[in-house]
Nanobody, 124 residues
């Protein structure tokens, strides 16, 4: 079983920036498509955005223009750059690896690996 590890979460002031990272832990697994999700207690987990191996991205409307997903394939790491953060961005953020981008939007099957989550808290 592949384990993904998120890092970079923490406390940030509203209007500030934070960068999350996601990489596999202790394996040679190559990240293909990757999605960033977030969850607030009592609410369903939502997909914030996704990136293909080639770098094509999609974003949920509330983060467009503020969040950017990028990747360094040589380092096998995917990033979520969060700029101009808002109180509504407070959540646990999870990264999720799938074989291709369509897997985040359609029932396609294939592997489905998750990280343990990292807390992002936006303060006033």
């Amino acid at each position: 079983q592949v384990q993904l590890v998120e890092s970079g979460g923490g406390l940030v002031q509203a209007g500030g920036s934070l960068r999350l990272s996601c990489a596999p832990s202790g394996s040679s697994f190559k990240i293909e498509a990757l999605g960033w999700h977030r969850q607030v207690p009592g609410h369903p987990r939502e997909l914030v955005g996704s990136i293909s191996y080639e770098g094509a991205t999609n974003y949920e409307d509330s983060v467009k223009g503020r969040f950017t997903i990028s990747r360094d394939n040589a380092k096998n790491t995917v990033y979520l750059q969060m700029n101009n953060v808002e109180h509504g961005d407070t959540a646990v953020y999870y990264c999720n690896a799938r074989p291709h981008l369509a897997a985040f939007y359609y029932t396609t099957g294939g592997y489905d690996y998750w990280g343990q989550g990292t807390q992002v808290t936006v303060s006033s």
